[in-house]
Structure formats: C-alpha cells, structure tokens
C-alpha cells in the first residue's frame, strides 16, 4: 500500500512568493497534518483537516493557510515567504474514526516532506 | 502547555552496546505518547506509542519504551545497537483535545561507532 506522498520534493523560491506544497494521504485516512520542521528542531504544528474541515491550528501567521479536497488530500500555502519560512515540510495523515468532535492520539503516519528553501 | 524535553541533542555509542534516549514530558492529562525516527532526507517513521493499554510498550526494529507517570518519563532503549540504528530520534506527546495536535522534543541525534 502507499503511504503518505507529498509533491514537490524540494523547492526553491525567493522571498515575497508565494508557494504551494501538496500532500496525498494514505487510503483511507480522511485527516490530514502539516508540519514544519526546522533544520536541527524537531517538527512544529501547523494545521491539522479532518473531512475538508480546519480542525487545529498551531501558532503560525496567516501567511499560512491550508485545505482539503474531497479525496481527502491536502494542500498547504504559504504567502509572502520570508527566509526564515525555509524547512522541511512536512504532511502526515491519520485514520481517525471521527466520533463526536474527534478525537486525540491517532497515530499519525508521516510523508517523506518538501524541502523549501527561500532565498 | 504540554511540552517535551530530550536529554542530550546527541549520543554516541558502540556497535552492540545499550541504547537509551531520554524522554520527559509535561501534560495536564493522560498523553499520547510517541517515538519517531528519522533518517537523513527522509520522514518520521513511527518507532513505538503509549496509549495506557501497557507501562512497557515493544516497537519496530527491537525499539522499547518505558512510560513512567511518577517520573512523566517514556525512554527508549534498545538492548543492542546496530549501526543501522545511526538516526534522529524524536519524542513527541499528544494531548486528550479534539484534535491530534502532537509536540515534538528537540530531537536526539544517535551515532553508533563500529
């Protein structure tokens, strides 16, 4: 079975654009999770979608922004990129049995991520 | 706030020697516990969870945990390394909210010398 693919695999992109990094979960996960990983930290928390809706959001601007489409994939948007936007990206996607509000602590499986680099 | 530390941002050992990685965490309710292992270039690969089922929980690749409420510690440890096991490991946590919003700790990078 595939796993988690995310599209590009690296990027380079100068500082103002605006760039788009996409993201197919493993079938049959319906939540997808962006994160961010700056070289040398662990990963950071961005957006979390659940059936097309925004179910989490952690402390980042709202240069960031994200959606989900119908066959559950993801894309994740970044306007204005700034240098200090560059990392890896990183898209996991988790089989959540959506009950009631949802719930925590769904293994999430992770993709291979985009690297950006803004210059 | 829920946080995750990991003692030491490296740790080397030797081919066939004990493997432990440091994990503390802070959490105002039961967490989710993780480890995940990254190798150069690539993604997190899911080594092992905690999910209150068992203190001691087996992972891939001869990985355990052992998740410690008194101490709010889950380290990992492997009997013997190989050098295949050479990687970056993170601990993360993630809490009972509506959401599966996970926080990763800085992460351990782990050398193994032949």
């Known amino acids: 079975d595939a796993g988690v693919t995310q599209s590009p695999t690296h990027l380079i992109k100068t500082r103002g654009q605006h760039v788009t990094l996409r993201c197919s979960p493993i079938s049959g996960h319906k939540s997808v999770s962006w994160y961010q990983q700056v070289l040398g930290q662990g990963p950071q928390f961005i957006f979390q979608?659940?059936?097309?809706?925004?179910?989490g959001r952690g402390n980042f601007p709202d240069r960031f922004s994200a959606r989900q489409f119908p066959n559950y994939s993801s894309e994740l948007n970044v306007n204005a990129l700034l240098l200090g936007d560059s990392a890896l990206y990183l898209c996991?996607?988790?089989?959540?049995?959506?009950?009631?509000?949802?719930?925590?602590?769904?293994?999430?499986?992770f993709g291979p991520g985009t690297r950006l680099t803004v210059l | 706030a829920q946080s995750v530390t990991q003692l030491g941002s490296h740790v080397s050992v030797s081919e066939g020697a004990l493997v432990l990685l440091r994990c503390n965490y802070s959490?105002?309710?039961?967490?989710?516990l993780f480890w995940y292992v990254q190798y150069p270039n690539q993604g997190l690969q899911l080594l092992l969870k905690y999910t209150s089922a068992a203190t001691l929980v087996k992972g891939i690749n001869g990985f355990e945990a052992e998740f410690k409420k008194s101490e709010t510690s889950f380290h990992l440890t492997k009997p013997s390394a190989h050098m295949s096991d050479a990687a970056e490991y993170f601990c993360a946590v993630s809490q009972g909210t509506s959401y599966d919003k996970v926080i990763f700790g800085p992460g351990t990078s782990l050398s193994v010398i032949p």
């Open positions: 996991a996607s988790s089989f959540d049995p959506g009950q009631g509000g949802g719930t925590s602590g769904n293994t999430q499986y």
């Open positions: 959490s105002s309710v039961p967490p989710y």
């Open positions: 979608y659940y059936e097309k809706e925004e179910r």
